[in-house]
Nanobody, 125 residues
Framework: QAQLVESGGGLVQAGGSLRLSCAAS????????MGWFRQAPGKEREFVAS????????LYADSVKGRLTISRDNAKNTVYLQMNSLKPEDTAVYYC??????????????????WGQGTQVTVSS
C-alpha cells in the first residue's frame, strides 16, 4: 500500500520558518515527480510547488516564489518544503502528492495519483 506521510507543520509567527517533510513508503517511487499543495479554510486546494524525479526541474506558484523551496532526497524517499518569511496567508493544510513523471513536473491536482493526509501550518500575525 503506497503511502505518503507529511510532518513538520505547526504554529509560527509571521516572518518565521518551517520545514515540511513528506516520507513515501509502501512501493517504489522511482521516477515519481512530487508536488506540494495547500488548502486554506473555505478555499480550494491549490498548487504550491513541484519537483521532478531527479530534482533538476522545479516550479513554484507565484505567491510563494523566493520564500518556499522544494527539494528531495531519493535515498530517503522524502521530499521537503522549506518555508521562510512566512505570512498569515500561508496558513493552510499542506499536502504532498506523487505521480510517475521522471523529468517532468505537474501543477494540476488531477494529475497526481497519491496523496498524503496533510499537515497544518498556521502563521500568526
Amino acid at each position: 500500500q503506497a503511502q505518503l506521510v507529511e510532518s513538520g507543520g505547526g504554529l509560527v509567527q509571521a516572518g518565521g520558518s518551517l520545514r515540511l517533510s513528506c516520507a513515501a513508503s509502501g512501493r517504489t517511487f522511482t521516477g515519481y515527480a512530487m508536488g506540494w499543495f495547500r488548502q486554506a479554510p473555505g478555499k480550494e486546494r491549490e498548487f504550491v510547488a513541484s519537483i521532478s524525479w531527479n530534482g533538476g526541474n522545479t516550479l513554484y506558484a507565484d505567491s510563494v516564489k523566493g520564500r518556499l523551496t522544494i527539494s528531495r532526497d531519493n535515498a530517503k524517499n522524502t521530499v521537503y518544503l522549506q518555508m521562510n518569511s512566512l505570512k498569515p496567508e500561508d496558513t493552510a493544510v499542506y499536502y504532498c502528492a506523487a505521480r510517475l513523471g521522471w523529468s517532468n513536473i505537474w501543477i494540476n491536482i488531477k494529475d497526481y495519483n497519491y496523496w498524503g493526509q496533510g499537515t497544518q501550518v498556521t502563521v500568526s500575525s
